[in-house]
């Protein structure tokens, strides 16, 4: 997941949840709400307009009791009139017992005949009846017409003196009340007397027919004095209704203040849609605040990401770009701390990349040094050996047993110093990394056969007893180097046969192991070698306290062959007892394939080892020896010399040689390689492009002996290669091979 999704996410997510969760609850809650908000609203309305006739009750009866007494005792009261018709008293006047007006007072209007209307008093007779148990108390009568027939209250107060005193008042300013008070569509006041007949409501023929509402729930609770909220029902308006609801006390007037429960239901909608709305408007914003906040947290941290990867691909110059973009300051000290790293491990870097390139160029100075080493030393080991296996072999003036002894000294130490120059090599090769492998598919028999056929010689010599196990049991396919495989097995029979007793013997055998493997097991019934010492046999030049013995040894084959063991995929182990012998034993991994026949295997035998040497009486052929190494030509005219047909030729420079090839076209060219001027590899492909000498066979003779040397040689044209220092034995089968192929075939 990217970096950005997830701020953004979570930024949205602490964002949005409470907005949600805010306009769910709005959502849920808004109903009930507008309905608290509306009863309280209603309630302090109602309350109030109760407050207002109250109030005007009371100014009703002053001014009522003001006239009356003023009519028993008549004064000149200035603005009595326009009082009174400021509080839409009509007329206030007093009666005797038979309904005569007695005195008045007019304010708005004045009756209309002397006597006081009858329809009017028994209309108000429960009045007139609470008047006359209570004289001089001031009465209201509920509404009712006038005698013309408008809506009035009268005042009613029965005096001392048996009169009665009847104010009629008109219901003006109830309805103005009533009036001022509207909201919403059908919101509305509405104003009933004491026994629940409309006084002052929205519907004038209410007004001027003076319903009467007192069977609807509300107007009897206003009639038994309560106050309050209330849901009722409304037939007026013909639908449910919530109503504040108040009554005037002393009075008994009703004030209702009622509004349909569907505006109210609709107003909550509303509101719930405004929230809504700004929730959307607020997961808007809120998303894009969070997209915009995570891009500029993430952003630098992708560039730095970006950067990093390069830096790993090994793009030392990319370094984050410090932008203006706004970012937060850690992240700009971050940035700032990884340019600085990059150019500090830029600097780190020249420094090693320096550092690599002294270390490559002192190695390879290294490598170039052990094979001139290599070459330089082979060349007069080459004339030392030769010479050595030249007298060895000579029948005609056989050796005195003490010239034999000094031979075989001059041969053996001769050996033992080329197999250290070999080791030298190897060594260098493996920590180089550069030791060539061929790995493929071989018949364990033959990697066993050749070690034990180079074995051999030395035991028969040292008078240890080879037993080989192995024969004529089945062996599989073996992936490996054979050739360094081989050179495994004769280090470790080497050392079994060297750190023997003479009559001891060393005992060959192979079993399969699991994981794929095959052991090769070396036994010997050798000096062994004591427990405190095992840890560092295979410590590069340790020889375990030979160093001084008469056992010759460098103390590093072991360890060479180790690593070689390793590098084929296998592995290498040992127990030894001192005095009695030790078991040396390597796995090494088994081919895929399945094991060739037997009869195969000995058709693929080449039996080179074993070719006898061939004389070719009678005939003389020429061979042409190009070396500029005098030892060298003396020795190979030496070995020449022994197959009595043969004239030889020589040359000390390749251009020498190459006049000579042409004029006397030689049956068999051998040729060094390191020649001053024309090297060997020159000289050849100008023979082989010559018509007169293409098809003479070259052979070469050198002390270059890395693997690259002999296949180069190979590919090259040369017919065989072979390296110094030349074992005569070899050298001289090569030889005759060549010279009877020539003549097979020439
Ligand atoms: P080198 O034989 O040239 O001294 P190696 O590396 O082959 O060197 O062996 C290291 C040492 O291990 C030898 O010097 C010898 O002391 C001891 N060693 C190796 N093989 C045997 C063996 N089969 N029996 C007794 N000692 C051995």
Redesign the pocket.
Known sequence: MKLRTLIFGALLLVSVLPVGILAYWQQQTAVSNEFSVVENQHKVIAKNLTIALDRYATDLRSAFQLTTENLQNPNEIEGLEWHLSELYFQHVCLIDASGNIQQLQCAMACPAAEKFSETVLLSIRQTLQAAANEKGVIHFSHITHNPKQQPAIYLVRVMADGNTAIGEVSPQYFIELQRAVAFGEKGHAAIVDNIGRVIAHPKPDWMNSMKDLSRVSVVQKMLNGENGVTRFYSPAVKADMVAGFNSVPGVGWGVMVPQPQSEIYLHAESISKAALTIAILGVFVASFLSWWISGILSKPMQLLADAAQAVARGDLSSKVGLSANPRPIEIRKLEKSFNQMIDDVGRKNTVLVNLAHEAVSSSNHKSAFISSMNHELRTPMNAVLGFAQMLEMNTQEPLTENQKSAIEHILRNGNHLLELIDQMLDLNKIEAGTLPLKMEDIPARDVLDESLYLIRERAHHERVEIIDQTWGGKLPLLWTDSTRLIQVLL??M???V???RKGGTVTLGCEQVPEQMLRIR?T?T????PAE?QDD??K?F?????ELGN???????????RQIVEMLGGQIGFE?DEDK??S?WVDIPLSNKESPLEEEINAADTPALNSKRHKNEGVVRTVLYIEDNPDNVHLVEAIIGQFGYIELLTAENATIGFDLATSKRPDLILMDINLPGMNGLQALKRLKQTRETQDIPVIAITSNTMPKDIVGGLKAGFQAYITKPIKVTEFIQTIDQTLNRVDKFG
Not at 526 to 529: A, H, P, Q
Not at 542 to 546: D, K, M, P
């Open positions: 280090n470790l080497t050392n079994a060297k750190y023997n070396i010997d050798g000096i062994g070698i010492q046999l295979f590069p340790e020889r375990l306290g030979h056992i010759d040894g460098s103390g590093i084959g072991l360890s060479i062959t030894s012998g030790s040396f």
